[in-house]
């Protein structure tokens, strides 16, 4: 490990050499420096500029990998290292730097096959033992995250097969926004209810004293304009739900037309049965 000293040194000495020879390849090694000092930003120009002069420089596309790597440009870092490899082969330190960016991927199968590799060479070292348990954990963290998905695709099936679902009085007369503004605050574990114009002003709620709608409704509008860009900008198609889960509430937000109605949920909610609701609903204005 270079101490503080060492790097300023190694600092000077590259920008005094590349100051005598723009062309030189030392471009690199001060890039490398800037990067261990923590000077992100220095180390990401120097070693761009220097690879425009020499993109066929296997050493500096790695340095370039680590840079990209330590400012969590992990898609950079990924191709940087592919292209270093293709240019001068597989290292120990290239094996090493792949198996950190899989990980930080969430590509944990790919990471461990790497990891393998270098485990049969070096067994006893501390540093691939971490890089294991980072392995394990992702993959745990990664197989919960999928059996609550579906769970809550379980949990929709059911409610969506429900009586209450199935005949709930939505479509035996013509909906309003007032009809489904009631429908909605009547939901159990129903906080508050709420129609919001596109100004992200309230137009009618049903909600305690106590519930600060003004501001809640200035949000939720700001969530739906933000979304709503996003989309666009991806071509996704046109947003009908919303679904906001914080330490205290859930905001179910169903996007009619320029309305939003905004449904304040308690924790022990059905949020599976409330996102059919609300879509029958939203079809329902929009059909009359």
Same mark, same amino acid.
């Given at each position: 490990?270079?101490?503080?000293?060492?790097?300023?040194?190694?600092?000077?000495?590259?920008?005094?050499?590349?100051?005598?020879?723009?062309?030189?390849?030392?471009?690199?090694?001060?890039?490398?420096?800037?990067?261990?000092?923590?000077?992100?930003?220095?180390?990401?120009?120097?070693?761009?500029?220097?690879?425009?002069?020499?993109?066929?420089?296997?050493?500096?596309?790695?340095?370039?990998?680590?840079?990209?790597?330590?400012?969590?440009?992990?898609?950079?870092?990924?191709?940087?290292?592919?292209?270093?490899?293709?240019?001068?082969?597989?290292?120990?330190?290239?094996?090493?730097?792949?198996?950190?960016?899989?990980?930080?991927?969430?590509?944990?199968?790919?990471?461990?096959?790497?990891?393998?590799?270098?485990?049969?060479?070096?067994?006893?070292?501390?540093?691939?033992?971490?890089?294991?348990?980072?392995?394990?954990?992702?993959?745990?963290?990664?197989?919960?995250?999928?059996?609550?998905?579906?769970?809550?695709?379980?949990?929709?099936?059911?409610?969506?097969?429900?009586?209450?679902?199935?005949?709930?009085?939505?479509?035996?007369?013509?909906?309003?926004?007032?009809?489904?503004?009631?429908?909605?605050?009547?939901?159990?574990?129903?906080?508050?209810?709420?129609?919001?114009?596109?100004?992200?002003?309230?137009?009618?709620?049903?909600?305690?004293?106590?519930?600060?709608?003004?501001?809640?409704?200035?949000?939720?509008?700001?969530? /739906?304009?933000?979304?709503?860009?996003?989309?666009?900008?991806? &071509?996704?198609?046109?947003?009908?739900?919303?679904?906001?889960?914080? &330490?205290?509430?859930?905001?179910?937000?169903?996007?009619?037309?320029?309305?939003?109605?905004?449904? /304040?949920?308690?924790?022990?909610?059905?949020?599976?049965?409330?996102?059919?609701?609300?879509?029958?609903?939203?079809?329902?204005?929009?059909?009359?």
């Amino acid at each position: 490990m270079l101490n503080t000293v060492e790097i300023d040194d190694r600092i000077e000495k590259c920008d005094r050499i590349l100051k005598e020879n723009p062309q030189s390849q030392i471009f690199a090694a001060l890039a490398d420096a800037l990067r261990k000092k923590g000077e992100l930003d220095g180390a990401f120009k120097a070693c761009h500029r220097g690879l425009r002069m020499h993109p066929d420089y296997g050493g500096g596309r790695l340095v370039m990998a680590k840079i990209c790597f330590d400012r969590k440009m992990y898609d950079w870092a990924e191709k940087e290292l592919a292209e270093a490899i293709r240019l001068e082969g597989r290292t120990r330190t290239t094996d090493l730097l792949e198996v950190e960016i899989l990980i930080k991927r969430g590509f944990f199968a790919k990471a461990q096959v790497v990891l393998d590799k270098l485990k049969s060479t070096d067994s006893r070292n501390e540093y691939y033992r971490t890089l294991q348990s980072e392995i394990d954990d992702g993959r745990a963290d990664k197989k919960a995250a999928l059996a609550a998905t579906k769970e809550f695709y379980n949990q929709s099936l059911r409610a969506e097969r429900s009586p209450e679902v199935q005949h709930d009085g939505i479509d035996d007369q013509p909906m309003t926004f007032d009809r489904a503004l009631e429908t909605v605050a009547k939901y159990p574990n129903m906080r508050a209810a709420f129609l919001v114009n596109s100004q992200g002003l309230v137009e009618n709620s049903i909600a305690p004293d106590d519930y600060a709608l003004d501001e809640n409704a200035a949000e939720m509008a700001e969530i /739906v304009r933000y979304v709503t860009a996003s989309l666009d900008s991806v &071509s996704f198609g046109s947003l009908q739900q919303i679904l906001v889960e914080t &330490s205290t509430y859930k905001y179910a937000m169903a996007v009619i037309d320029s309305r939003i109605l905004v449904g /304040v949920c308690k924790s022990e909610v059905n949020i599976g049965s409330l996102k059919q609701k609300l879509l029958r609903i939203s079809d329902s204005l929009r059909r009359d």
